[in-house]
């Protein structure tokens, strides 16, 4: 779930990193600052047949409810940013925040092909 147009608010400043709860959560958002984020766009589902791929800001507010359905669920997060633009502080893992800031290759259009043979 999303709500449309909140990576135009800039980042929020008040959102909790949580770092005792399981699964993917990494931030809590204070009820208050999400119902002002919400006011208007509302909170919009995104949805799609397995496979979907949802390519959003990094700054907009986001979050999943737990899988409630018999089948797993796999969530893959890929941030991407301009390879002059490094991070400055790693307070997080490695495989959070990679301290590789090499740039991005394109690779051939058989390039999954690969990893079948």
């Known amino acids: 779930m ?9 980042l929020v400043h008040d959102a909790n990193d949580n770092r005792e709860a399981g699964g ?3 931030f809590t958002i204070p009820p208050a600052t999400l119902a002002r984020l919400a006011d208007g766009p509302g909170i919009a589902a ?6 979907s791929v949802l390519i959003c800001h990094s700054n907009i ?4 409810s737990n899988n409630i359905t ?3 669920r796999t969530i893959f997060y890929l941030n991407l940013a301009a390879s002059d633009n490094p991070p400055t502080i790693f307070k997080r893992a490695e495989h959070h925040c990679t301290r590789d800031w090499s740039p991005i290759e394109p690779l051939g259009e058989d390039c999954l092909l690969e990893l079948i043979n």
């Open 2 to 10: 999303i709500v449309p147009g909140s990576h135009r608010s800039g």
């Open 24 to 26: 993917y959560t990494l």
């Open 46 to 51: 995104q949805l799609g047949p397995a496979g």
């Open 61 to 64: 507010v986001h979050g999943s």
């Open 70 to 72: 018999p089948w797993p």
